[in-house]
């Protein structure tokens, strides 16, 4: 798997953070990223459903 290198505000790595580890949704903070880029993404594709801006082989 590729690795990636990001900038984070400090204020959002906090939020992040409280969502992972033992009492968290997410067991570390690749897994919670990965998670948030496959939401963004699906989300995205929606609105471009609704506009008629998927290709037909999607």
Partial sequence: MPKI??????????????????QGKFVNRSDAIRAS??????????????HGRLEDDE
């Fill in 37 to 50: 880029v496959r939401k963004t993404l699906d989300l995205l594709d929606d609105i471009d459903a609704r």
């Fill in 5 to 22: 290198s990001v900038e984070i505000p400090q204020e959002l790595l906090e939020d992040l953070d409280a969502h992972v580890g033992d």
